[in-house]
């Protein structure tokens, strides 16, 4: 089995995100992840808040959440390892595009990243922890080509 995942638009976006498939096999393999499963769920404000409120009991609306599965037992299944699922919240992602002046595609991108990261177990929780996961984020980005 190869690496998999599954992207499930609960918006209905109406722009392409086939891109996404180059960058996330960029991460995967300079992580060295094999047989692995993971879901990417396209949100709204209002379903980002909620789980927002629900599991992280910060009652506001966020660009991304990452449920790791692996955080809490190794969660293999006939040798496949079930990293977890990824919300980004599309209204926010472009909002912040529009903020820093990046394209749609370089912000999906770096929330994408962002997300798989840590279903991979890396956090950003101190400064050293940032630097590590940021860097590593923008080096995968510039290898798929996504500039900012």
Same mark, same amino acid.
């Given at each position: 089995?190869?690496?998999?995942?599954? &992207?499930?638009?609960?918006?209905?976006?109406?722009?392409?995100?086939?891109?996404?498939?180059?960058?996330?096999?960029?991460?995967?393999?300079?992580?060295?992840?094999?047989?692995?499963?993971?879901? &990417? $769920?396209?949100?709204?404000?209002?379903?980002? +808040?909620?789980?927002?409120?629900?599991?992280?009991?910060?009652?506001?609306?966020?660009?991304? &959440?990452?449920?790791?599965?692996?955080?809490?037992?190794?969660?293999?299944?006939?040798?496949?390892?079930?990293?977890?699922?990824?919300? &980004?919240?599309?209204?926010?992602? $472009?909002?912040?595009?529009?903020?820093?002046?990046?394209?749609?595609?370089?912000?999906?991108?770096?929330?994408? $990243?962002?997300?798989?990261?840590?279903?991979?177990?890396?956090?950003?929780?101190?400064?050293?922890?940032?630097?590590?996961?940021?860097?590593?984020?923008?080096?995968?980005?510039?290898?798929?080509?996504? +500039?900012?």
């Amino acid at each position: 089995m190869k690496n998999s995942y599954i &992207i499930n638009d609960l918006v209905n976006v109406d722009f392409n995100y086939s891109y996404l498939d180059k960058v996330i096999k960029k991460a995967l393999k300079h992580e060295h992840v094999k047989n692995a499963y993971f879901s &990417i $769920i396209f949100v709204d404000l209002r379903e980002i +808040k909620r789980i927002n409120q629900k599991y992280r009991h910060q009652d506001k609306v966020t660009d991304v &959440i990452s449920f790791a599965l692996e955080d809490n037992v190794d969660q293999f299944y006939l040798k496949i390892r079930v990293l977890g699922d990824i919300y &980004i919240c599309i209204p926010k992602m $472009i909002e912040q595009a529009n903020l820093y002046g990046h394209s749609i595609k370089r912000e999906l991108s770096f929330l994408t $990243i962002h997300g798989l990261l840590h279903l991979l177990g890396y956090d950003h929780q101190n400064k050293e922890e940032e630097k590590e996961m940021f860097e590593l984020q923008e080096l995968i980005l510039n290898e798929a080509g996504i +500039k900012r």
